[in-house]
């Protein structure tokens, strides 16, 4: 039986204590955290740090909070509604579009661009290479070149699910490597700049390598053991539950997929309508930015942004159900029923989250274009106001994804709507004051490291692939070992997403109930308060 069935169904909100807890844990928890079910305006104000003149308002917005949740409890049984429906459809039209774009303009708009091509060409006189020069035929790298892609594609599979395992059973190696990862990289090319005789850029190296070594020994050292103790919850979850990784493989797969169709829907529609524009600026006339082709940007950037944040944000709420069930300790069949909710009943929350995102990106992609197109002008007084909004915008487009991350938890936990999974995420942060957690975690760092540790794995193996299955003298080993370094990185990265998510999960249940936490794994409870506690 689960703890939550334990609990009769009912989450402790607030941190209400469990008979069992000792009454030391009891007394520390009132210090630093309030029941949403009866906080006060003076706990508002005193314990969490709430504008007095706020205070009332937020009193009364925490109790709409409480009916919410106790409305829609954690993983309710049968089916649950659909939300936020009414986003699915204009994410079903662009899929429409995209993919129907894609069909329809692959053949004119190749032709176009060949035939823009070949203008170019005989415009710049280009020579070609005799045949007595080339040993080999190019259709001889074909078979080699996808041979090595597959090679490097698992040995960084192999090398993302090792990493995960070192993170479980070496978890402070792995931590203590990943954060001196980056001076030793910089000391490294330091040191290869010496010998090669460029001592002015070796010793710019040697300088930034240890500014990192000493922010990281001086300054983030003391984190380090708490990083230590969560890295190993987590890749405990992911070790218990290897098809997360391929789960969020199959995200990155399916997002270059997307990108593609994206890609050539828009950019055939596009040299489609505007080939005359195309053709000028190959003739050496630079027309202006006319304000179709600031459209044709703002589209192109919805269209990708749309599509590759759902499929981020389905990967997301897939991870945290199955980090909530182990929460709750319900384990059985978690993969599958939380990709289910993914993909029906919370799709409408996540279309809807992914389009105002991408209306924000696709803002922050037109107006970078017309900085760049004012700077490239010489009118500084607009490129200043330009540069103003898109950081502006950049500002919000970061906020808005970060809060809606951490929102899709309690969409894939309670299978509530984006905005009222919002608003209980900002009730639960600010009750538990839980967000003080954030600052002590580097699992960013963690993470990074991976991704390097993939993509080395990955070019090692498609050069080495690339030597022993091409021609001769078709320098195909270095061609390999760089987009294996590409694909290997793409692999680590997204097979270590979970992490991120999976944190987020755990910290978002036990700021509403830390019981379960408390009864199966007290130490980490205990981190939990500790540093709460010394902030405060």
């Not at 005989?122 to 290479?129: G, W």
């Not at 929102?407 to 999974?421: K, N, Y």
Request: glycine letters at 10%.
């Amino acid at each position: 039986m689960s703890l939550r069935a334990q609990n009769g169904h009912r989450p402790l909100t607030g941190g209400e204590s469990s008979p069992e807890s000792s009454g030391a844990s009891e007394h520390a928890a009132k210090e630093y955290r309030s029941d949403l079910k009866t906080v006060t305006e003076a706990e508002l104000i005193n314990r969490h740090g709430v504008d007095p003149k706020k205070a009332e308002k937020k009193a009364r917005d925490i109790q709409f909070v409480v009916s919410l949740m106790e409305q829609h409890e954690p993983f309710p049984g049968g089916t649950r509604p659909w939300r936020d429906a009414f986003c699915i459809a204009p994410f079903l039209i662009i899929c429409g579009l995209v993919f129907g774009g894609a069909l329809l303009f692959y053949g004119p708009a190749s032709q176009e661009l060949h035939k823009l091509i070949a203008e170019e060409q005989k415009a710049a006189k280009t020579t070609t290479l005799s045949p007595s020069s080339s040993t080999f035929d190019s259709s001889e790298l074909v078979a080699p070149t996808f041979a090595a892609l597959a090679v490097s594609l698992v040995a960084s599979l192999v090398g993302a699910l090792a990493f995960i395992w070192m993170s479980m059973v070496a978890t402070a190696c792995v931590v203590w490597t990943s954060l001196f990862l980056t001076p030793v990289i910089l000391f490294c090319l330091g040191a290869a700049c010496f010998v090669m005789g460029q001592a002015l850029i070796g010793m710019v190296f040697m300088f930034l390598g240890s500014c990192f070594f000493f922010c990281t020994w001086c300054c983030w050292r003391r984190f380090i053991p708490f990083t230590i103790r969560v890295l190993e919850t987590v890749s405990e979850v992911m070790t218990a539950h290897p098809a997360l990784c391929l789960v969020s493989i199959g995200g990155r797969c399916m997002q270059v997929v997307w990108f593609v169709c994206t890609c050539v829907a828009v950019g055939g529609a596009y040299i489609t309508t505007m080939g005359d524009s195309i053709k000028e600026s190959h003739s050496g006339e630079e027309p202006e930015a006319s304000g179709a082709d600031y459209l044709w940007i703002f589209l192109f950037g919805f269209a990708l942004y749309s599509g590759s944040s759902v499929l981020q944000f389905t990967c997301d709420v897939t991870y945290a159900g199955v980090f909530g069930r182990w929460y709750f300790q319900e384990t059985d069949n978690s993969l599958m029923a939380s990709m289910k909710v993914a993909w029906t009943t919370s799709f409408g929350s996540i279309c809807f989250g992914s389009m105002a995102l991408a209306f924000v990106r696709a803002l922050d992609m037109v107006v970078t274009t017309a900085r760049k197109a004012a700077q490239e002008e010489g009118n500084i007084v607009t490129c200043i106001l330009l540069l103003v909004v898109e950081c502006l915008i950049g500002c919000i487009g970061d906020l808005l994804e970060y809060v809606t991350e951490w929102a899709m938890v309690q969409v894939a936990i309670r299978g509530v709507g984006l905005l009222d999974a919002g608003r209980i995420l900002g009730s639960l942060v600010l009750c538990s004051n839980s967000g003080l957690i954030l600052a002590d975690l580097l699992l960013g760092s963690v993470t990074s490291c991976g991704t390097l540790f993939c993509g080395f794995i990955g070019a090692i193996a498609g050069g080495l692939a690339g030597l022993a299955f091409g021609p001769s003298g078709a320098y195909l080993w270095a061609a390999s070992g760089t987009i294996g370094f590409i694909l290997g990185s793409i692999i680590g990265r997204a097979a270590l997403d979970p992490i991120q998510t999976g944190t987020k999960t755990i910290i978002s249940l036990w700021a509403e109930d830390p019981n379960p936490l408390m009864e199966f794994d007290h130490d980490m409870h205990n981190e939990f308060e500790s540093k709460i506690q010394s902030k405060m």
